[in-house]
């Protein structure tokens, strides 16, 4: 028998009141050239007699002898993957039935390509419809700042991910193990995200970044720092890691934060115009929504000062802004920070 086209891999622990809804959304994928590898990390309520429960031979269930954590849990049914593809699947979201078929079709027309996620539609306590970027130049200007994926959506090149034992998921970088990946696997592949919502995420108190929110910042700011520094070929000082911090943060900013930015996000663009890493159009672009995100975020400055600090800056382009008006949707953008 021929390995299956992809490997969906699934990490579980405790998620008795969700699973059966995650279980039928991937076995009633239309496409269905699977396997579903499944782990139980050592739950104690009744998540692994649900899935047992289940009779499809695309089915393959693990279960650890005591509880390692989803990251080392990930990388353990890496190993047991054919797949030429492997999707990522948590265990309390839903992936709706084009999801695979799409992603299969993308890959295998694109054989650059490493990574390929999905737009989401977040549910339960938080309802949003995200905007990741989609291009290779786009996600790569967008991860000096932030996560450009939805680790629950993506499907990967599973070659790379054997090339050495350092592709793999890094505990030391959880709870952003997977932004960290992405970074990683940057440096072999080119990067893209499907236009499409192709899963719906279920937000609850017991999301992962829910819960480590302040330790995932910590982490984040740690994997930004090695991505901006690797990008435009520069050693940060701590003065320029502070003010690189400050990005995606904009509650209790001071005007001097914002001239800081400013000033930074300007040197950015200079050293690229100079190393040529990134795309300038791309980079600008990202610089631009976090311009006004910086400028416009409520906080305690006036907003007719921000507004002409935002105008007067040499980051505004009129042209610019109304493409980004255009494309991008800045009411979920904004509503996120």
Same mark, same amino acid.
Not at 75 to 94: F, P, V, W
Not at 103 to 113: A, F, G, I, K, W
Not at 267 to 294: A, D, H, T
Not at 319 to 328: A, D, V, Y
């Given at each position: 028998?021929?390995?299956? +086209? ?40 009744? *998540?692994?007699?649900? =899935? ?42 839903? *992936? ?48 000096? =700042? ?38 990683? =696997? *940057? ?10 919502a192709l899963l719906l995420i279920r937000w609850h108190n017991s999301n992962v970044s829910h819960l480590n929110e302040n330790i995932q910042n910590e982490i984040f700011k740690k994997i930004r720092h090695k991505i901006v520094e690797q990008a435009f070929s520069i050693e940060l000082s701590e003065e320029e890691k502070s ?7 904009? +509650? ?40 006004? =995100? ?44």
């Open positions: 028998m021929s390995n299956p +086209k992809v490997s969906v891999i699934m990490s579980v622990y405790n998620a008795e009141k969700f699973i059966c809804k995650t279980l039928d959304s991937i076995l009633n994928q239309k496409f269905i050239d699977f396997e579903f590898l499944i782990i139980d990390d050592c739950s104690n309520d009744k *998540s692994h007699k649900i =899935i047992s429960s289940y009779k499809d031979g695309r089915i393959k269930v693990f279960k650890n002898k005591i509880n390692q954590g989803y990251v080392h849990s990930l990388n353990q049914l890496i190993t047991h993957s054919k797949g030429e593809y492997i999707a990522r699947q948590d265990h309390d979201d839903i *992936s709706l039935p084009d999801r695979l078929m799409l992603q299969v079709r993308y890959m295998e027309n694109n054989l650059d390509v490493g990574i390929c996620g999905t737009n989401a539609i977040f549910f339960g306590k938080k309802h949003w419809h995200t905007s990741m970027p989609l291009n290779d130049q786009d996600i790569r200007a967008n991860m000096i =700042i932030r996560n450009p994926f939805i680790h629950s959506s993506v499907m990967i090149r599973r070659s790379l991910l054997l090339e050495d034992n350092s592709m793999k998921y890094d505990l030391s970088y959880y709870p952003a193990e997977d932004y960290y990946l992405w970074f990683k =696997i *940057s440096t072999k592949a080119k990067l893209a995200n499907l236009p499409n003010i690189h911090n400050l990005l995606p943060i904009t +509650k209790n900013i001071s005007l001097f934060d914002i001239h800081a930015i400013e000033k930074w996000y300007l040197k950015l663009l200079m050293i690229n115009r100079r190393e040529k890493s990134l795309s300038e159009n791309s980079l600008r672009k990202v610089i631009l929504i976090y311009w006004i =995100i910086v400028c416009f975020h409520k906080n305690n400055i006036p907003l007719k000062k921000r507004i002409l600090i935002f105008f007067n800056s040499k980051i505004f382009n009129i042209q610019l802004l109304m493409n980004l008006f255009s494309f991008q949707n800045f009411k979920n953008l904004i509503y996120k920070y």
